[in-house]
């Protein structure tokens, strides 16, 4: 899969919010609350104004949308105590510790620039265990006369590492913070913080969908290790219920009998998880152990927000299973959501996924999962 190099980097600069950790929820969860007061409704929808921007523009983009009777200086003192409260409810996003754990563990240099000031940032990286040394230079907005979208965080972060701008690779998850990246003449890896948004992050090198989906060595830098046989080990996670349309109308026009779940009360644990295709086991309450493959994605029905589970029991079942128990563990990663051109072409795709799950599911690592005591003591936890 090696690409030719594009260029040659020799360090890492990361932004924090909506890169490393997952922003969007606890800022969606504040304003809802905040805005009550002014008989106002947070609509999701604004978060597209405020990802990236420096807390005050933020702040100026609410006061002037929703109305509110008073300056951006007086809603960001207001709100800044309750984010504050929240941070330690900030999730590390998918691949954020592989990402720098992995870095580390090479010697690249890191650095940490983001528009957030230095206490929040400070605040948010105490609860992830060893990010805080790792980054050998941290940036804050309030250290620098202009945030994002202007180079010069990054460029102050490239002065620190002592790198040449063009040295330097920058990931990013927001416009203003590409805009910013490519100001400062650095490369880009965009991870598009919203979904369906990477049709605007055309100034960036390139767009990926997680950051699982980082390949390093395109940049010259070492390459992650620890794929097996096209399938990156996850940690595991799970989530069940009873089938409510299965098998049958994958069917009709694929030809693969996908069982759905219904996520309801796995909204959280699904928005997590970045689309993609996965695979690990299902377990049907009557019938056992089955290998499985699966998608998440987004459903076009939806206003985005939900995002839906496609599992692909790798068997042939003679009868439907509907209203029965499925559980599934997930313990692996295939590849992110993709468009194809045609049916034909998605359908050789889904098989192709298929047989990466069926053989990578005989491997140790993955095959451990299949067991009964595992699968008690998910349903004892959490269901």
Same mark, same amino acid.
């Given at each position: 899969m090696m690409n030719s190099i594009r260029k040659?980097?020799?360090c890492v600069i990361l932004d924090l919010d909506g890169t490393l950790v997952n922003t969007d929820g606890i800022v969606s969860e504040v304003l809802k609350v905040y805005l009550v007061k002014y008989e106002?409704?947070?609509? +999701?929808?604004? #978060?597209? $104004?405020?990802?990236? $921007?420096?807390?005050?523009? #933020?702040a100026a983009a609410i006061v002037e949308d929703y109305g509110l009777p008073m300056s951006k200086e007086d809603l960001l003192s207001e709100?800044?105590?309750?984010?504050?409260?929240?941070?330690?409810?900030? $999730? /590390?996003?998918? +691949? /954020?510790?592989?990402?720098? $754990?992995?870095?580390? +563990?090479?010697g690249v240099q890191m650095a940490l620039a983001s528009n957030s000031p230095r206490d929040s940032i400070e605040k948010k990286i105490s609860y992830h265990p060893t990010w805080k040394e790792s980054f050998a230079a941290i940036i804050a907005g309030d250290e620098v006369k202009a945030g994002k979208p202007s180079p010069e965080i990054f460029l102050e972060a490239a002065k620190r590492l002592s790198i040449d701008p063009s040295k330097c690779l920058v990931i990013e998850d927001s416009l203003p913070g590409v805009v910013a990246a490519k100001a400062a003449d650095m490369e880009v890896v965009a991870v598009p913080s919203l979904p369906k948004q990477s049709h605007l992050y055309t100034a960036a090198d390139e767009v990926i969908n997680s950051l699982l989906d980082l390949r390093l060595e395109k940049w010259g830098l070492p390459p992650f290790e620890d794929w097996i046989d096209g399938t990156l080990p996850l940690e595991p996670w799970h989530i069940g219920g009873p089938v409510i349309k299965g098998y049958g109308r994958g069917s009709k026009v694929l030809g693969i009998p996908t069982a759905n779940l219904s996520v309801e009360g796995y909204g959280s644990v699904l928005s997590e998880h970045p689309a993609g295709v996965y695979f690990g086991w299902a377990k049907l309450s009557t019938r056992g152990f089955y290998k499985m493959v699966m998608s998440i994605g987004w459903n076009p029905y939806f206003d985005n927000t939900e995002k839906t589970i496609e599992p692909w029991l790798l068997h042939k079942f003679d009868e439907d299973f509907y209203g029965e128990e499925l559980h599934l563990v997930i313990v692996g990663y295939i590849r992110p959501e993709a468009n194809f051109p045609s049916l034909e072409s998605l359908i050789a795709k889904i098989h192709e996924d +298929?047989?990466? /799950?069926?053989? #990578?599911?005989e491997l140790p690592i993955y095959a451990k999962y299949k067991d009964e005591t595992y699968f008690k003591s998910i349903h004892n936890n959490h269901l």
């Open positions: 040659l980097v020799s106002k409704k947070w609509d +999701g929808r604004e #978060a597209q $104004k405020i990802i990236g $921007k420096t807390p005050i523009e #933020a709100i800044s105590p309750m984010f504050s409260d929240q941070w330690c409810k900030l $999730k /590390a996003l998918p +691949g /954020a510790y592989r990402l720098i $754990k992995h870095l580390r +563990g090479h +298929g047989k990466i /799950a069926e053989n #990578a599911l």
